[in-house]
């Protein structure tokens, strides 16, 4: 072999291995340059003053309602700046997205892969794909606009923006996730254990519920977790239709502001190294930790999943 | 003889009725799916449509964004979307040819196991070495994994403290008078940088499935015939994965070019009279103007028909997108088999 293919192959194999270790070096650096302009609240005493996790999480002062004890006011004169109307806020975002996503995912992806008829089927795949292709800014302008005025004729809301409106936004964009995943693992359940059940006298329905979707549950549960991990981190649905109010209430009709919304709506303004500038980007970090648990636990499910039922299920 | 009792499993019609009851409800969340994303598409094509028209396409916005066009914004999103595609898609191509060429295709355990039973052989060293490449493809692929999970606003933050704070000052301090900046401030660059880590995951999870698709057949063939690695690798695997590498990086493009949250702190401008003319310029852009039209209106109803032009020329943008990869996909699958 001659000189100058084997220095080439040598290059490219050097240029390649770079390549393998890009995805790693950047999620080291994301977590560490978000990370990083969180530490003044552990170490700078001006920043320190104002933003420290005291004051993120404990009760601020006396008031007579929970809105009144933890209030986000970042740039006022006296800065408040507890996390939790606004953690409040996205655990309901979160919920109703959930609520709404996961029955309808499931249901559909159990529908799909164990009754529908193949033409059926060919319908719904590039469906759920168009649906999962709308950016999440068409989302949460639709929600604003549209479905926010909906809902209200509808139901009478006090608040046009609320938990239910931006969290049913939030869960169309959900549904695509939850139906993939659980439809994949659906169809990687071998075809010998619904014979089995059928030969035993079940019902097409009994099999589906009982042997079928038992089977799939590890699917079932990374498609949930995995949800969950976009539903905590979307942005731009839950700052057009939430209403971008962080009250400190537990009731799914007032207005919310969630981690993201807030990050999105604030960080354009604020000053680069104040307390509410580390404040952000605690958040941040607090999202990145989140989401990073949530899809090691959902991607490892999959995989053990995957070995198990002895073939790819992506 | 004593009557057998009938098992309970026996189809009775009173079971038959109460399935097919169940399974209407199950295939209802499949219609409550297609409703939706008709409701959403109708009304942005009923409202939208109309709004579309030679001037809007082809005009900047007047009267503090109240009228005129978004001319600006298509342009700005183009040239984000190729840039972050020139970034994108030849390192996402490089790490999957990397994951699935040169790391063992035996996998971690099997890898390792073979490792720990070879005391004492020759060739020790060699399965050592490839139980250990055999661990940093796994941690790569987790990584990956994890990356496609990470909020798109994270990556917005870690643009501005990366990209923006750390990369843009430090060139600035080297090449730029004391207190200039201009490197150092959100431009077309760092959005599109910012969006090229996003789009990553797609592009190397799609061109791993491609790669997956030639068959090893082809680059033993080709390895015995005298090629080397590289060789194989430009003439045969990537050849044969071309169109499944390009789906998957179309598919990727559409997703960041309607991704808003990455591009708000990096670049993304609210209103600029003029084009960006260099990669140092901020820009408009499609669906950050949706955001600015829908919240920061100061007359809702009067800019509803420039909002409702504006979601239709992105999302036809995205899909038309989408569609590309998709025929491309359905085109190669159906040449497959």
């Given amino acids: 072999m001659n000189r100058g ?128 292709g709308i950016p999440s800014v068409v989302m949460g302008f639709f929600a604003l606009i549209v479905l926010a005025t909906w809902l209200q004729d509808a139901f009478g809301f006090t608040y046009r923006l609320n938990a239910i409106n931006a969290g049913l936004a939030l869960g169309f964009a959900l549904v695509p996730i939850v139906y993939t995943i659980s439809e994949d693992g659906l ?37 949930f977790v995995l949800a969950f991990g976009r539903a905590i981190g979307e942005t731009m649905i839950l700052l057009m239709a939430g209403g971008n109010a962080a009250l400190t209430s537990f009731s799914l009709l007032d207005p919310l502001r969630t981690l993201s919304a807030t990050i999105a709506a604030e960080m354009g303004e604020v000053v680069v190294g104040s307390a509410h500038y580390s404040a952000l980007f605690f958040m941040g970090t607090l999202l990145f930790v989140i989401t990073f648990i949530s899809n090691t636990i959902g991607t490892w499910v999959i995989h053990g999943m995957q070995r198990r039922m002895g073939g790819s299920a992506s | 003889m004593t009557a057998m009792p009938a098992p309970a499993t026996m189809t009775s019609p009173n079971r038959r009725i109460g399935d097919k009851v169940a399974v209407g409800l199950l295939g209802m969340s499949v219609v409550l799916i297609i409703a939706i994303l008709v409701v959403i598409l109708g009304n942005v094509a009923f409202h939208g449509i109309g709004a579309v028209t030679w001037e809007f396409i082809t005009k900047p916005p007047r009267d503090g964004l109240m009228a005129g ?53 020759p060739g020790r060293r060699r399965l050592f070495f490839r139980a250990m490449s055999a661990l940093l493809a796994t941690i790569t692929r987790s990584a990956v994994a994890n990356l496609a999970g990470v909020p798109s606003i994270v990556f917005g933050l870690f643009g501005l403290g990366f990209f923006i704070q750390f990369i843009g000052r430090s060139i600035d301090r080297a090449t730029q008078p004391p207190g200039e900046v201009l490197w150092g401030q959100g431009s077309l660059l760092w959005a599109a940088c910012t969006l090229a880590l996003l789009t990553l995951p797609t592009v190397i999870v799609a061109t791993e499935e491609a790669l997956r698709t030639v068959p090893q057949d082809l680059r033993e063939a080709s390895l015995a015939l005298g090629a ?93 997108l989408n569609l590309a990869g998709v025929i491309i996909r359905s085109r190669t699958r159906s040449r497959a088999r």
């Fill in chain 1, 5 to 132: 293919r084997r220095i080439v192959n040598a290059l490219m194999t050097g240029v390649f291995s770079v390549a393998g270790w890009v995805a790693i070096v950047f999620i080291f650096l994301i977590f560490l340059f978000t990370f990083k302009e969180t530490v003044p609240i552990f170490t700078d005493p001006e920043v320190k003053e104002e933003a420290n996790l005291h004051k993120f999480f404990a009760e601020q002062e006396k008031g007579e309602t929970v809105s009144d004890r933890y209030i986000w006011q970042p740039t006022s004169d006296r800065p408040k700046v507890s996390l939790w109307p606004i953690i409040l806020g996205t655990l309901k975002a979160t919920f109703v997205g959930l609520l709404f996503a996961c029955p309808v995912g499931v249901a559909a992806a159990v529908f799909s892969s164990e009754f529908a008829p193949a033409k059926l089927r060919e319908v719904i795949k590039p469906v759920i794909e168009l649906l999962a």
């Fill in chain 1, 187 to 223: 169809s990687a359940v071998p075809r010998s254990y619904r014979e089995a059940a059928y030969a035993l006298g079940a019902s097409r329905l009994q099999t589906a519920l009982s042997v079928v979707l038992p089977a799939a549950a590890p699917a079932v549960f990374a498609s």
């Fill in chain 2, 69 to 121: 066009g978004i001319m600006p914004a298509i342009v700005g999103t183009a040239a984000l979307v190729i840039l972050m595609s020139i970034a994108a898609v030849p390192l996402g191509v490089a790490t999957a040819i990397y994951l699935h060429e040169y790391t063992p295709a035996e996998g971690l355990s099997l890898a390792w196991k073979r490792f720990r039973v070879s005391k004492g052989r």
């Fill in chain 2, 228 to 320: 080397t690695q590289w060789e194989t690798i430009r003439r045969v695997v990537l050849p044969g994965s071309l169109s499944g590498i390009m789906t998957g990086a179309i598919l990727g493009i559409s997703r960041g070019a309607g991704e808003v949250a990455p591009i708000l702190f990096t670049g993304a401008a609210y209103y600029l009279p003029f084009l960006p003319g260099d990669v140092t310029d901020q820009f408009m852009h499609l669906g950050y103007h949706v955001l600015i039209l829908s919240t920061q209106s100061p007359d809702v109803e009067a800019t509803k028909p420039l909002l409702y032009g504006t979601v239709f020329v992105l999302l036809a943008l995205t899909f038309l």
